[in-house]
């Protein structure tokens, strides 16, 4: 039986992960070959906001990104509010 270390499971999980991006970029791709003009932008913004929803609950998304770096600007504001409240 084969047993894997942290380092050979991340190292499969990240081939996974550029092996799905490569086949969604060919769907992508071939999905957008049969669109005109104004109808591709628009399917093209679809498909990019669905894999935003579809990675949004992975640790390094781009909504989990935005989440932290507005709650450091909550508390920073709320810093400065006390100092202001104290001076």
Known sequence: MLTY??????LLFLLA???CFIICLL?????????????DIL???????G???LAR?????LVHIFKEVH????D???????EEANT
Do not use: T
Request: hydrophobic content about 45%.
């Open 5 to 10: 270390n942290l380092s050979m499971k991340k």
């Open 17 to 19: 992960y550029v092996i």
């Open 27 to 39: 769907f992508a791709d071939s999905i957008l070959e049969l669109a005109s003009y104004p109808n």
């Open 43 to 49: 399917i093209w913004i679809g498909m990019m906001l």
């Open 51 to 53: 894999f935003i929803y």
């Open 57 to 61: 609950n992975e640790k390094d998304s």
């Open 71 to 74: 709650q450091s600007n909550l």
């Open 76 to 82: 920073e504001i709320a810093e400065q509010e006390k």
